[in-house]
């Protein structure tokens, strides 16, 4: 029995609940994070794996059952997106990462996710490449051990940067795809 003939109607809905689940998430580990006070947060860490993890699993799902849908490609990337701002700003507020990397995250997520509002963004949602998937891999592992680890930790400090780098390098080149799609329609 594939998974697609298990139930298919109720199947095609799970990526975008995966997705709903990430969002609602997001409020849940800020609480634990606060309450935290700058210690370690592993009630909050086990929140973020969480919701990290649903945003591998709501992609996988998507393809192998072939349910895209203009939700998941437009609220996955806003999801994902809120998820690792969150946790920045909270991680740069306890004094866990510095400040110009939450700088270049949030400035990067605000140009990207303004690029959709525009006429040619809209409706194009983000194109996942491979190198935005890593890079988003890598800062949520930086992001978790930013939440486990006393600040300052290499091992941190690395993933986080090397996320970071990655997600940069994405973002410019979804960037060259939203300037080629409105060369063309010009």
Same mark, same amino acid.
């Given at each position: 029995?594939?998974?697609?003939?298990? *139930?298919?109607? #109720?199947?095609?809905?799970?990526?975008?609940?995966?997705?709903?689940?990430?969002?609602?998430? /997001?409020?849940? %580990?800020? &609480?634990?994070?606060?309450?935290?006070?700058?210690?370690?947060?592993?009630?909050?860490?086990?929140? %973020?794996?969480?919701?990290?993890? +649903?945003?591998? =699993?709501?992609?996988? #799902? *998507?393809?192998?059952?072939?349910?895209?849908?203009?939700?998941?490609?437009?609220?996955?990337? /806003?999801?994902?997106? %809120?998820?690792?701002? @969150?946790?920045?700003? =909270?991680?740069?507020?306890?004094?866990?990462?510095? #400040?110009?990397? &939450? /700088?270049? @995250? $949030?400035?990067?997520?605000?140009?990207?996710?303004? *690029?959709?509002?525009?006429?040619?963004?809209?409706?194009?949602? $983000?194109?996942?490449? &491979? !190198?935005?998937?890593?890079?988003?891999?890598?800062?949520?592992?930086?992001?978790?051990?930013?939440?486990? +680890?006393?600040?300052? +930790?290499?091992?941190?400090? =690395?993933?986080?940067?090397?996320?970071?780098?990655?997600?940069?390098?994405?973002?410019?080149?979804?960037?060259?795809? &939203?300037?080629? !799609?409105?060369?063309?329609? +010009?």
């Amino acid at each position: 029995m594939s998974l697609t003939s298990a *139930s298919p109607r #109720l199947l095609r809905h799970v990526p975008n609940l995966l997705t709903t689940l990430r969002l609602a998430a /997001v409020p849940v %580990f800020a &609480v634990l994070m606060l309450q935290a006070d700058g210690q370690a947060a592993p009630m909050a860490a086990l929140v %973020f794996a969480f919701a990290a993890l +649903t945003d591998f =699993l709501d992609g996988e #799902l *998507s393809r192998r059952l072939h349910v895209q849908s203009s939700y998941g490609r437009i609220l996955d990337p /806003v999801a994902d997106r %809120f998820l690792i701002d @969150v946790a920045v700003v =909270l991680l740069w507020l306890e004094g866990r990462v510095p #400040l110009v990397l &939450v /700088v270049i @995250v $949030i400035a990067r997520d605000v140009l990207l996710l303004a *690029s959709l509002m525009t006429r040619t963004g809209r409706g194009h949602g $983000i194109r996942v490449n &491979v !190198v935005g998937k890593a890079g988003t891999l890598v800062t949520m592992i930086g992001l978790l051990l930013a939440i486990v +680890t006393p600040p300052g +930790t290499l091992a941190t400090g =690395l993933a986080l940067w090397c996320g970071v780098t990655l997600l940069v390098a994405a973002g410019f080149m979804y960037a060259w795809q &939203v300037w080629q !799609v409105r060369a063309h329609a +010009t």
